[in-house]
């Protein structure tokens, strides 16, 4: 469940080129539910899912996921609860990195962790199986670099990486 409580935010507040982008926005997401948010260029849109995900911080107002307030949670703290794919496919994959590794690295979204990406063969082949469900052959492709998808495919591994860990909420 995600509740937003009379958000607001203003960028540049206070200076000639403030912006005030959302004001007193009220939403409740019940458990299950899927909803789509449309808006012209420049509404809001990707702002709002920033104050979810808490990569920008709210002038007023709370962010609640499963009735906990993360209004002051940085990324980080949140990620265990939330998947994301970003507008712009480049975000949300390590480039240098192979699909494979991304992949670990989305298993261990939020986990305390170090640095071992934990791969075996069961879990190669389990990337296999999920990568298989694009359609888009690249469960032929586990060590290829991820900057040597196209956008579309890089987007495609976007998702799987967002859901891989069944987050609570997915933006
Ligand atoms: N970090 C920032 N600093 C200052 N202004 C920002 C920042 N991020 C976004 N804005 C401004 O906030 C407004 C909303 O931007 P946002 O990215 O949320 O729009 P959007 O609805 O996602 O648009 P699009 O459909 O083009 O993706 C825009 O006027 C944008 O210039
Ligand atoms: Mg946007």
Redesign the pocket.
């Given at each position: 469940m995600l509740r937003l409580n009379n958000l607001h935010?203003i960028?540049?507040y206070g200076k000639v080129?403030e912006?005030y982008?959302l004001k007193d926005i009220n939403l409740l997401v019940p458990q299950g539910d899927f909803i789509t948010i449309i808006?012209?260029?420049?509404?809001?849109?990707?702002?709002?899912?920033?104050l979810v995900a808490g990569t920008?911080f709210p002038e007023a107002g709370t962010v609640e996921i499963n009735g906990q307030d993360v209004t002051d949670w940085p990324v980080h703290k949140r990620a265990h609860l939330i998947g994301r794919v970003f507008?712009n496919p480049l975000q949300g994959t390590a480039a240098e990195m192979t699909i494979e590794e991304n992949l670990s690295l989305a298993v261990k979204r939020g986990q305390s962790r170090g640095l071992r990406l934990g791969l075996n063969k069961k879990r190669r082949a389990e990337f296999q199986r999920l990568l298989a469900l694009l359609e888009l052959g690249l469960e032929n492709r586990l060590e290829c670099p991820v900057k040597l998808l196209s956008g579309g495919q890089r987007q495609a591994l976007t998702l799987l990486m967002a859901t891989i860990g069944h987050p609570q909420l997915l933006l």
């Open positions: 935010k960028f540049n080129n912006n982008v808006g012209s260029n420049g509404a809001g849109k990707s702002t709002l899912l920033n920008f507008q």
